[in-house]
Nanobody, 124 residues
């Protein structure tokens, strides 16, 4: 069992930066690939970024590539999402999730554990 808790969300202006954190309980955090997803009001949850269990790869949605960066610190059981050059369309609830390395990192159904999410609001 893994419990995930996100933090770092807030209200910012367009062009600003935020760093989200997701801290996991349990000793097996380093065994999981981790992902970030977001859900805007009235829209489906969508993939944002993922990172391998040992950070051997990172992948991003096209909408955030070049602006967002995912990283992890296995010693701290934490995964991060650095978000730069934020846009109003980035407004959403951001959630982190963990999966055994299925090789399908963009697919919500492959993630077994989910956090509750943190709100990010970007004003224009």
């Amino acid at each position: 069992q893994v419990q995930l808790v996100e933090s770092g969300g807030g209200l910012v202006q367009a062009g600003d930066s935020l760093r989200l954190s997701c801290t996991a309980s349990g000793r097996t955090f380093s065994s999981y690939a981790m992902g970030w997803f977001r859900q805007a009001p009235g829209k489906e949850r969508e993939f944002v970024a993922a990172i391998g269990w040992n950070a051997d790869f990172t992948i991003y949605a096209d909408s955030v590539k070049g602006r967002f960066a995912i990283a992890r610190d296995n010693a701290k059981n934490t995964v991060y999402l650095q978000m730069n050059s934020l846009k109003p369309e980035d407004t959403a609830v951001y959630s982190c999730a963990a999966q055994w390395d299925s090789g399908r990192y963009r697919s919500l159904s492959q993630y077994k554990y989910w956090g509750q999410g943190t709100q990010v609001t970007v004003s224009s």
